[in-house]
């Protein structure tokens, strides 16, 4: 991120940029991964949520932080928009260097609860991992290649991938409207900065909103589909008004701030569906990173149909968009049916019916595939 604000050329953008996607990769499906070894089933959404409202804060903040540094033109012989990389990015580096020290990767090893508290945490976990009831499995039994098999073939995972797209490619039509409209609205480019910032403030609310009630009901496909809805109803509203921004710059603004009410919830929702509907540590860190993996696909989709020769009015993309949204809200629906079916199907089997059939060790290997394993709504 630092080095950014000091390439040259098209050649350095492209070293920094490859050296910042590398580890980044990984970031996002680490993080949803620890959330799970801390948190149950039933407490992940909010908490998978918390963490992502990051996200649409760094967004509403960003704006503000990079009017302040703007200030910094020409100080130093630098510019502008260099300062922005230089200083936002040491602040990333200097957090880097303290995560080691700061975050444990397990209740078990932290310095910051009492031995009752990691005592209580193991209960939970033990309760959570059971095998014998929840289909989970020591991943030290199975290669990971077999699990990596699992997780490519797992039909479930491609349907969270479609899910996923509902908030990955809108999220491109937030990003080239909030342009276009606030600049409709003919202010200046250090306040249009300004007025980035409720959008993605009430992104920020909505996810968290979503998130605590989704653990408080213990159900994941309803929020996820409301939030969806949310997208569809924002998409319909700026369509018809692309055209002309500025005659309308209230509803598409409003309009805006829909499409993040939707797109920050369905985020955590979805990741955290994922991680609640795989059985296993090896194959949830794994599931929870193929289905980020599919997740990007969409922002790869999201970035090719919104077509320079379409611009300011983007039919294309905003179409597009509509359709994955839509596209989401099926995906959702047919896992929510797909896991009612199967979970309905496990309930008529008997004790002796599964005993008769598999030994313990088949038990503790088949995860979420376990007559035990009951798959979260």
């Known amino acids: 991120m630092t080095l950014h604000g000091i390439v ?39 908490r998978i949520a918390l963490f992502y409202t990051a996200s649409a804060l760094a967004g509403a903040f960003s704006g503000l932080l990079a009017y302040a540094i703007a200030k910094l033109k020409g100080v130093g012989g630098i510019a502008a928009w260099r300062w922005i990389f230089l200083l936002e990015g040491a602040a990333t580096v200097v957090l880097g260097l303290m995560v080691p020290f700061i975050l444990p990767d397990h209740a078990s090893n932290s310095k910051f609860l009492t031995e009752e508290e990691k005592k209580y945490m193991a209960i939970v976990a033990g309760a959570q991992d059971k095998s014998a009831h929840s289909g989970q499995h020591d991943s030290t039994d ?84 409301v939030a969806q809805f949310v997208i569809i109803v924002a998409l319909v509203i700026i369509m018809p008004l692309r055209h002309d921004i500025k005659k309308y710059m209230g509803p598409a603004y409003l309009s805006i701030c829909l499409i993040c009410a939707g797109v920050y919830p369905i985020g955590p929702g979805t990741n955290t569906w994922c991680a609640n509907n795989t059985a296993g540590p090896a194959k949830r860190a794994m599931s929870v990173a193929f289905v980020i993996s599919l997740c990007n696909v969409g922002g790869i989709i999201g970035g090719y149909i919104f077509l320079d020769s379409e611009k300011p009015h983007f039919t294309t993309g905003y179409a597009g968009s509509l359709g994955f949204a839509v596209a989401g809200v099926i995906g959702a629906g047919v896992l929510e049916v797909a896991y009612k079916r199967i979970n309905a199907k496990r309930d008529n089997y008997t004790k002796e019916e599964i005993d008769a059939k598999y030994t313990p060790k088949e038990l503790a290997q088949l995860g979420d595939r376990s007559p035990y394993f009951r798959y979260m709504l």
């Open 142 to 225: 199975v290669s990971k290649w077999k699990v990596f098999k699992a997780v490519v073939t797992d039909w479930q995972l491609y349907l969270l991938g479609i899910v996923y797209w509902s908030n990955t490619v809108p999220n491109y039509a937030l990003k080239f409207a909030m342009p276009t409209i606030i600049k409709a609205m003919g202010y200046s480019s250090s306040d249009a900065q300004l007025l980035s910032v409720p959008p993605y403030i009430v992104g920020a609310i909505t996810a968290c909103i979503a998130g605590l009630f989704s653990d408080r009901f213990r159900k994941r496909m309803p929020f996820i589909m």
């Open 8 to 46: 040259q050329n098209y050649g350095g953008l492209l070293a920094v940029r490859l050296a910042l996607g590398v580890p980044e990769a990984g970031f996002f499906p680490g993080a949803v991964y620890l959330c799970s070894l801390w948190y149950p089933r039933h407490m992940l959404n909010s």
